[in-house]
T-cell receptor, first 115, second 115 residues
Framework: DAGVIQSPRHEVTEMGQEVTLRCKPISGHNSLFWYRQTMMRGLELLIYFNNNVPIDDSGMPEDRFSAKMPNASFSTLKIQPSEPRDSAVYFC?????????????FGDGTRLSIL | QKEVEQDPGPLSVPEGAIVSLNCTYSNSAFQYFMWYRQYSRKGPELLMYTYSSGNKEDGRFTAQVDKSSKYISLFIRDSQPSDSATYLCARGVSTDTGTASKLTFGTGTRLQVTL
């Protein structure tokens, strides 16, 4: 089975540029999560969706960050304009939320460097 | 105080040793607990999860939860060099059927198993 697929794996861009990160969740999963991981703060939840609807975006650091989930098989996280402090590894995870809380499965992340 | 506290390590042990990884949490509402393993430049992968106090065993791994003292542990028996990774504890709150719940992660403990 294909896991969570993220693209690109690496992104290096200059400050001020727009960055778009992409995620394809595991087929059949109805919940999707975006995380950011840094050495200082660890793994932080940015936003999550249930059945394509944003449920909690309280972790989104600023208005420069936005996320969409137009359908069950695709989500984007956009940063515009990007800043050096946005440099981190961004992970997408998905799970099935049914009668029991099922674990989240992670992609391998996008390593983002803003120069 | 962070909601989940975890010693960042690094923890270095010889091959064959028993490893003990620990987390404490501050919110009694959290009802289920997970351990994830993360190799370098990869996403976290689920090792174990448990809803209740007590021990849960899976091969060389044992997860222990003590809700009275808000303490969770992961024990690795007969540790192998392939166990060298960062171990993340996480906890969440059970929700109504069909609704995703948030996980809150510790910052991770880096483990090195040497030959």
């Amino acid at each position: 089975d294909a896991g969570v697929i993220q693209s690109p794996r690496h992104e290096v861009t200059e400050m001020g540029q727009e960055v778009t990160l992409r995620c394809k969740p595991i087929s059949g999963h109805n919940s999707l999560f975006w995380y950011r991981q840094t050495m200082m703060r660890g793994l932080e939840l940015l936003i999550y969706f249930n059945n394509n609807v944003p449920i909690d975006d309280s972790g989104m650091p600023e208005d420069r960050f936005s996320a969409k989930m137009p359908n069950a098989s695709f989500s984007t996280l956009k940063i515009q304009p990007s800043e050096p402090r946005d440099s981190a590894v961004y992970f997408c995870a998905s799970s099935f939320s049914g009668s029991n809380n099922q674990p989240q499965h992670f992609g391998d992340g996008t390593r983002l460097s803003i120069l | 105080q962070k909601e989940v506290e975890q010693d960042p390590g690094p923890l270095s042990v010889p091959e064959g040793a028993i490893v003990s990884l620990n987390c404490t949490y501050s919110n009694s509402a959290f009802q289920y607990f997970m351990w994830y393993r993360q190799y370098s430049r990869k996403g976290p992968e689920l090792l174990m999860y448990t809803y209740s106090s007590g021990n849960k065993e899976d091969g060389r791994f044992t997860a222990q939860v003590d809700k009275s003292s808000k303490y969770i542990s992961l024990f690795i028996r007969d540790s192998q060099p392939s166990d060298s990774a960062t171990y993340l504890c996480a906890r969440g709150v059970s929700t109504d059927t069909g609704t995703a719940s948030k996980l809150t992660f510790g910052t991770g403990t880096r483990l090195q198993v040497t030959l």
